[in-house]
């Protein structure tokens, strides 16, 4: 059996090392566009705050790697069409243009950013942070040129992380967001509102309600940034990060059924609308398990899941099926973590879901413990039959190791009564004598 997958991102390669791990002798060729094997895209913050002084080092996998488990991985090597009835797709490189032969297909292409129609891209000093290539031409501009201004626009967590790099070099950072709170999609306004006042004391700006009216250039290595209220800001330079849309050209190419939200659609075994064609990663839609909306989930660790079930199935090992997913984000920003599990206020009223709330905000430990500091937990349930549907959180403890345990118990349905109920450890060095999940249970049963 011959498979190809077209991506050697983090889910093209992992797709490929988990069927050779239990296929040993069927061909497996990885094709990707760009000359760099997978890295980790979700560093590149660091790149620009020098927390990262060499780039190889957020390589995942070399050209060795797959060298030795008998895998081909073509950097340079776009697949720009396909004939899905013949199996054969047509690939370009630096070599010309070669048509190669497949049994299985694995379309793991991605997600490409979404660009803002008042920006001119072609400006200098104007980038999008969206792969490494383009970190390091933002470190060289800004080293080269001595940038001592910068603005950011949007307000997910790439916008925040890049923000926060920028200000730690000691740039003058602003931050231009169109809506009315920070990191709409993770969170609602109250802890939003804890994350901001985080990062003005950082000393970075943030302007709400404002949207990019024009880009001009003022000077060889300067920007007049105009913002639709009137407003004008200079900067040396100005980083685009409004979202990613699922990379999708091929699937359309090749007549495969696209979603509602713009992913290809796929089965509980990653299979598209052709039974010859998987997809995983960035340029799929998912279902998400609360809300029951089939979305995009641009979540690494989901394009794992997604790498080992293809993988599975496509050696007739159906033991693992694909459900879905329930969305999941955390970021540092200074002292503390912020991390955000299930839906926010604005996914139940589009999942016409009757929610309900309870926000806590509490000592991390002992009130006689020094170095007191806060933590504040929003909890979202069903109104109507009580099930948990998300959890938000922002303190200096790190709860990323209980995420699997907090995502179970929202697939699970479990009620804010059965959590109520629930036991926990205390110790002074380590929590207060109350779990504040627990508590918000409790405060929402007393309602």
Same mark, same amino acid.
């Given at each position: 059996?011959?498979?190809? %997958?077209?991506?050697?991102?983090?889910?093209?390669?992992?797709?490929?090392?988990?069927?050779?791990?239990? !296929?040993?002798?069927?061909?497996?060729?990885?094709?990707?566009?760009?000359?760099?094997?997978?890295?980790?895209?979700?560093?590149?913050?660091?790149?620009?705050?020098?927390?990262? $002084? !060499?780039?190889?080092?957020?390589?995942?996998?070399?050209?060795?790697?797959?060298?030795?488990?008998?895998?081909?991985? &073509?950097?340079?090597? &776009?697949?720009? !069409?396909?004939?899905?009835?013949?199996?054969?797709? %047509?690939? @370009?490189?630096?070599?010309?243009?070669?048509?190669?032969?497949?049994?299985?297909?694995?379309?793991?292409?991605?997600?490409?950013?979404?660009?803002?129609?008042?920006?001119?891209?072609?400006?200098?000093?104007?980038?999008?942070?969206?792969?490494?290539?383009?970190?390091?031409?933002?470190?060289?501009?800004?080293?080269?040129?001595?940038?001592?201004?910068?603005?950011? %626009?949007?307000?997910?967590?790439?916008?925040?992380?890049?923000?926060?790099?920028?200000?730690?070099?000691?740039?003058?950072? $602003?931050?231009?967001?169109?809506?009315?709170?920070?990191?709409?999609?993770?969170?609602?306004?109250?802890?939003? =509102?804890? +994350? &901001?006042?985080?990062?003005?004391?950082?000393?970075?700006?943030?302007?709400?309600?404002?949207? %990019? #009216?024009?880009?001009?250039?003022?000077?060889?290595?300067? +920007?007049?940034?105009?913002?639709?209220?009137?407003?004008?800001?200079?900067?040396?330079? =100005?980083?685009?990060?409004?979202?990613?849309?699922?990379?999708?050209?091929?699937?359309?190419?090749?007549?495969?059924?696209?979603? /509602?939200?713009?992913?290809?659609?796929?089965?509980?075994?990653?299979?598209?609308?052709?039974?010859?064609?998987?997809?995983?990663?960035?340029?799929?839609?998912?279902? /998400?398990?609360?809300?029951?909306?089939?979305?995009?989930?641009?979540?690494?660790?989901?394009?794992?899941?997604?790498?080992?079930?293809?993988?599975?199935?496509?050696?007739?090992?159906?033991?693992?099926?694909?459900?879905?997913?329930?969305?999941?984000?955390?970021?540092?920003?200074?002292?503390?973590?912020?991390?955000?599990?299930?839906?926010? $206020?604005?996914?139940?009223?589009?999942?016409?879901?009757?929610?309900?709330?309870?926000? =806590?905000?509490?000592?991390?430990?002992?009130?006689?413990?020094?170095?007191? @500091?806060?933590? $504040?937990?929003?909890?979202?349930?069903?109104?109507?039959?009580?099930?948990?549907?998300?959890?938000?959180?922002?303190?200096?403890?790190?709860?990323?190791?209980?995420?699997?345990?907090?995502?179970?118990? =929202?697939?699970?349905?479990?009620?804010?009564?059965?959590?109520?109920?629930?036991?926990? #450890?205390?110790?002074?060095?380590?929590? !207060?004598?109350? /779990?504040?999940?627990?508590?918000?249970?409790?405060?929402?049963?007393?309602?």
């Amino acid at each position: 059996m011959r498979v190809i %997958v077209v991506g050697g991102g983090v889910s093209g390669a992992s797709v490929s090392m988990f069927l050779r791990k239990i !296929d040993r002798k069927c061909e497996i060729i990885v094709y990707e566009k760009t000359s760099r094997t997978p890295y980790s895209k979700c560093a590149l913050p660091l790149i620009l705050s020098n927390k990262v $002084t !060499d780039p190889r080092s957020l390589t995942v996998l070399s050209r060795r790697d797959f060298a030795v488990r008998n895998i081909m991985f &073509e950097v340079g090597s &776009e697949v720009v !069409d396909v004939d899905v009835n013949e199996r054969i797709l %047509v690939v @370009k490189s630096a070599s010309g243009i070669m048509n190669d032969k497949y049994d299985k297909l694995i379309i793991a292409s991605g997600s490409t950013p979404v660009l803002h129609p008042k920006i001119n891209y072609d400006l200098n000093g104007v980038f999008v942070l969206n792969n490494i290539d383009e970190a390091l031409k933002i470190k060289k501009f800004i080293e080269e040129y001595k940038a001592e201004k910068a603005v950011i %626009v949007g307000s997910g967590a790439v916008a925040i992380e890049t923000s926060m790099a920028l200000r730690e070099r000691g740039m003058d950072v $602003t931050i231009v967001d169109r809506g009315e709170f920070l990191l709409r999609s993770w969170l609602d306004r109250e802890l939003s =509102l804890v +994350l &901001e006042k985080e990062l003005r004391e950082m000393g970075i700006k943030i302007y709400h309600n404002a949207d %990019v #009216a024009g880009v001009e250039k003022l000077g060889e290595h300067s +920007l007049k940034v105009c913002l639709d209220g009137g407003i004008s800001i200079h900067a040396d330079i =100005l980083i685009s990060s409004i979202g990613f849309k699922p990379n999708t050209m091929l699937a359309r190419k090749s007549g495969l059924v696209i979603g /509602n939200k713009g992913g290809i659609v796929v089965d509980e075994f990653m299979r598209t609308s052709n039974r010859n064609i998987y997809a995983i990663g960035d340029c799929i839609e998912s279902v /998400n398990i609360l809300s029951g909306i089939r979305e995009p989930v641009m979540m690494a660790t989901a394009a794992l899941k997604q790498a080992r079930i293809a993988a599975y199935h496509i050696k007739g090992l159906n033991v693992l099926p694909y459900n879905g997913h329930v969305p999941v984000g955390s970021i540092k920003v200074g002292e503390n973590i912020v991390l955000s599990i299930g839906l926010n $206020t604005r996914a139940c009223i589009w999942a016409n879901l009757s929610a309900n709330s309870v926000i =806590l905000r509490l000592p991390h430990k002992p009130r006689y413990v020094s170095n007191l @500091k806060k933590i $504040t937990v929003k909890i979202l349930y069903n109104n109507i039959t009580g099930s948990l549907l998300g959890f938000q959180y922002i303190g200096p403890f790190n709860p990323t190791p209980l995420i699997p345990a907090l995502t179970t118990l =929202l697939k699970m349905k479990t009620t804010v009564k059965t959590l109520a109920s629930a036991d926990w #450890a205390y110790s002074p060095e380590l929590s !207060d004598y109350w /779990n504040p999940l627990v508590e918000a249970c409790v405060k929402a049963l007393e309602r």
